[in-house]
């Protein structure tokens, strides 16, 4: 179906942080299969494990348990930070949206009827999470959408704590808006969330979908001493980078409360962290571990950063949270640019009409990357004198999950 559009290139291989299309061009892939790509392309490490899962135990149902699928879930309570929390809980899913429909459906077990979420707020596709993302045009051909969401505006203090009250079953949050162009929330604003959550009774849901698993240079972005400042959740759901390429989803539940929430055969899953899906995951995290590349990213983004400013026009602002960078441009020429990068080798996505996102591999080089930076050097004098397409118009044109 169209839902994406037309296809810019057909793509056939890949190896580290390159893929190559069906005539054998080769490009940088700065998005990562949308912040998925967290160890490249066709990693040794994963394809062995993936394969060896397979060749060994491939698909059961969750009526069953499996080796791995314990063993990732205790080891994501351990990154979380929940293994100490007696009664967390972990429940695996196939993608991003399942893990939040997840995390909707314990809210309202809670049986209080509000959930409140961020203007800008993007959570998935599916009608649940679908409710709780705030972009007009994604939700109104579909409604009626699940009720009792608001929106509250996107990093006030005030007008959160003015929507709080008992009735409130959840708070929804990401740490980084990603699909809104790599918006952190203020500092402060998260601890502020947590603060109310506790006086209120309600849960705090961090959606680290894009942010988790290594993507801004700590483990889960919450954790990050300055983007979460340690604040931490009631809920956390993961996906994207989870499985390395290998479609995984998760729900981490902090102590009992938020465990138990949803009880026996009120969810459910056939794929969910299937033992392929969770080898995959725990050989994606071994390797983040094993290669540190946690301070690699911290590395790379700081000196990805200071150059894309020293390139100046037509780049006006970086925002960056490890290796999710928007390159916000002086014109609302995000889409033109991301075409050109396209036929100069780089993947790139126009996130707005004016910022360019960039999810690279967590094993990119800084020297891969300087490319990159030389290119948009090069686009100060390379870009038409006419702005791009404006307002609705422009928003067409740009690329989001
Ligand atoms: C991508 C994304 C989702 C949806 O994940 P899918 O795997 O595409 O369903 C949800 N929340 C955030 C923050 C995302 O970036």
């Given at each position: 179906m169209g839902t994406f559009g037309t296809p810019r290139r057909v793509l056939v291989r890949g190896e580290g942080p390159y893929v190559w299309d069906a005539d054998g061009r080769r490009y940088l892939d700065l998005l990562g299969g949308i912040a998925v790509n967290a160890l490249g392309h066709a990693h040794p490490t994963l394809t062995a494990a993936i394969s060896a899962q397979l060749g060994t135990l491939g698909h059961i149902s969750n009526f069953f348990a499996s080796p791995t699928q314990i063993v990732l879930a205790e080891r994501l309570l351990e990154l979380a930070g929940a293994g100490d929390v007696p009664g967390s809980r972990v429940f695996f899913t196939s993608s991003g949206t399942e893990a939040n429909e997840a995390a909707f459906k314990m809210a309202r077990r809670t049986g209080r009827p509000r959930v409140l979420a961020l203007e800008g707020a993007f959570h998935g596709r599916t009608m649940g999470a679908l409710a709780l993302t705030h972009k007009e045009a994604y939700r109104a051909p579909f409604?009626?959408?699940?009720?009792g969401v608001e929106f509250v505006p996107f990093g006030d203090a005030q007008a959160l704590a003015e929507a709080m009250a008992d009735d409130v079953a959840a708070v929804v949050l990401e740490v980084v808006q990603g699909e809104a162009g790599v918006r952190p929330l203020p500092p402060g604003y998260l601890a502020h969330a947590r603060r109310l959550c506790d006086e209120h009774g309600a849960l705090l849901v961090l959606d680290e979908v894009q942010t988790g698993v290594g993507r801004t240079g700590a483990w889960f972005a919450h954790q990050h001493p300055t983007l979460g400042g340690g604040v931490r959740p009631d809920v956390m759901t993961l996906a994207k980078g989870l499985g390395g390429g290998f479609p995984i989803g998760a729900v981490v539940a902090y102590g009992e409360r938020a465990a138990s929430l949803l009880g026996a055969g009120q969810h459910g899953t056939t794929f969910g962290g299937n033992p392929v899906a969770a080898a995959a995951a725990l050989a994606t995290l071994g390797v983040i571990d094993r290669d540190r590349l946690l301070d690699h990213v911290r590395t790379v983004s700081d000196r990805l950063v200071d150059a894309l400013r020293d390139v100046g026009s037509p780049v006006r602002e970086v925002r960056a949270a490890g290796l999710l960078v928007a390159v916000e441009l002086?014109?609302?020429v995000a889409a033109q640019v991301a075409a050109r990068a396209l036929d100069a080798g780089f993947i790139v996505n126009p996130v707005t009409p004016t910022a360019l996102r960039l999810a690279p591999p967590l094993v990119v080089t800084a020297g891969q990357l300087a490319g990159f930076v030389d290119f948009l050097r090069g686009e100060a004098t390379a870009r038409p004198a006419a702005p791009g397409p404006q307002g609705a118009a422009a928003d067409e044109t740009t690329e989001t999950s």
């Amino acid at each position: 179906m169209g839902t994406f559009g037309t296809p810019r290139r057909v793509l056939v291989r890949g190896e580290g942080p390159y893929v190559w299309d069906a005539d054998g061009r080769r490009y940088l892939d700065l998005l990562g299969g949308i912040a998925v790509n967290a160890l490249g392309h066709a990693h040794p490490t994963l394809t062995a494990a993936i394969s060896a899962q397979l060749g060994t135990l491939g698909h059961i149902s969750n009526f069953f348990a499996s080796p791995t699928q314990i063993v990732l879930a205790e080891r994501l309570l351990e990154l979380a930070g929940a293994g100490d929390v007696p009664g967390s809980r972990v429940f695996f899913t196939s993608s991003g949206t399942e893990a939040n429909e997840a995390a909707f459906k314990m809210a309202r077990r809670t049986g209080r009827p509000r959930v409140l979420a961020l203007e800008g707020a993007f959570h998935g596709r599916t009608m649940g999470a679908l409710a709780l993302t705030h972009k007009e045009a994604y939700r109104a051909p579909f409604e009626p959408l699940p009720g009792g969401v608001e929106f509250v505006p996107f990093g006030d203090a005030q007008a959160l704590a003015e929507a709080m009250a008992d009735d409130v079953a959840a708070v929804v949050l990401e740490v980084v808006q990603g699909e809104a162009g790599v918006r952190p929330l203020p500092p402060g604003y998260l601890a502020h969330a947590r603060r109310l959550c506790d006086e209120h009774g309600a849960l705090l849901v961090l959606d680290e979908v894009q942010t988790g698993v290594g993507r801004t240079g700590a483990w889960f972005a919450h954790q990050h001493p300055t983007l979460g400042g340690g604040v931490r959740p009631d809920v956390m759901t993961l996906a994207k980078g989870l499985g390395g390429g290998f479609p995984i989803g998760a729900v981490v539940a902090y102590g009992e409360r938020a465990a138990s929430l949803l009880g026996a055969g009120q969810h459910g899953t056939t794929f969910g962290g299937n033992p392929v899906a969770a080898a995959a995951a725990l050989a994606t995290l071994g390797v983040i571990d094993r290669d540190r590349l946690l301070d690699h990213v911290r590395t790379v983004s700081d000196r990805l950063v200071d150059a894309l400013r020293d390139v100046g026009s037509p780049v006006r602002e970086v925002r960056a949270a490890g290796l999710l960078v928007a390159v916000e441009l002086d014109a609302p020429v995000a889409a033109q640019v991301a075409a050109r990068a396209l036929d100069a080798g780089f993947i790139v996505n126009p996130v707005t009409p004016t910022a360019l996102r960039l999810a690279p591999p967590l094993v990119v080089t800084a020297g891969q990357l300087a490319g990159f930076v030389d290119f948009l050097r090069g686009e100060a004098t390379a870009r038409p004198a006419a702005p791009g397409p404006q307002g609705a118009a422009a928003d067409e044109t740009t690329e989001t999950s």
